[in-house]
């Protein structure tokens, strides 16, 4: 058994209350990379590691059809997806995680399971109990990892990198060549990290042998993009100027 707190102090605390002889405790913050002295886990027991009443109050939208298309949506799924990007590296197909959480919303909770999904994890069979705590009680949601694609190490790797960035800064560097154009698997993680995201086109294609490809185009805060992907695994990010880009497609 592993224990892992960012707070020293309490590191220290836990400690002088007594460890039982099979549990190691390391401060840390899981969020940063890390390389970690153990093996991936079995199962993951996290509290509150996104505590939504801390962060500040967004506006939601009065239509449910818009909700998922909103700035507020997408700031909460990117903050899901950073999270389970980062549990990533403490797990394997298979893992199981236990999450303790204060979600004050039901649109709270969609941005958080689809921030999981896009990080490879899913929601096992009767996935929500509660648990009391003095006059509070708490979703208790257990998902387990997947095996998909989502999931690569250097997916990961790129979210955790990009987390702390603000938008300015993730614009600076996808204005550099280097940034322009790229392919999976980075594609998928700076497609996540475009900030307020708005979909303008999509369309599909299926070719002779079964397979297919998905363009998505549309604008973010900063300028355009065309986001293509295939069943094949094949993964490619566009990005340029507003009104002014020039992108080659997958699909004639």
């Not at 840390?28 to 993951?44: G, H, Q």
């Not at 939208?61 to 403490?90: D, I, M």
Request: one cysteine or more; aromatic letters at 10%.
């Amino acid at each position: 058994m592993i224990g892992i707190d960012r707070l020293d102090a309490l590191i220290e605390a836990a400690t002088d209350n007594g460890v039982p002889p099979n549990c190691t405790l390391i401060a840390a913050d899981y969020s940063r990379r890390v390389e970690w002295p153990f093996d991936p886990a079995d199962l993951i027991v996290s509290s509150f590691g996104i505590d939504f009443d801390a962060q500040p109050v967004e506006i939601w939208p009065r239509n449910v059809l818009e909700r998922k298309h909103s700035p507020a949506f997408e700031t909460r799924k990117r903050e899901s997806y950073q999270y389970f990007a980062a549990l990533n590296s403490l797990s394997r197909p298979g893992t199981k995680a236990r999450l303790v959480l204060r979600i004050p919303t039901f649109d709270h909770y969609s941005a958080f399971i689809a921030g999981a999904e896009h990080a490879g994890w899913r929601l096992e069979p009767c996935p929500i109990k509660d648990l009391s705590s003095g006059n509070e009680r708490f979703p208790v949601i257990s998902l387990e990892r997947g095996s998909g694609e989502l999931a690569s190490s250097s997916i990961e790797s790129m979210a955790a990198e990009w987390a702390n960035l603000s938008a300015d800064e993730i614009a600076d560097l996808l204005e550099s060549s280097e940034y322009q154009h790229v392919k999976e698997p980075q594609a998928l993680a700076l497609y996540l990290l475009l900030d307020n995201r708005k979909e303008t086109e999509t369309r599909t294609r299926t070719y002779d042998d079964g397979h297919t490809m998905t363009e998505v185009s549309g604008e973010w805060i900063h300028g355009e993009y065309l986001f293509a992907r295939a069943t094949t695994g094949y993964m490619s990010l566009q990005i340029g100027p507003p009104r002014c880009a020039d992108f080659e497609s997958h699909i004639e």
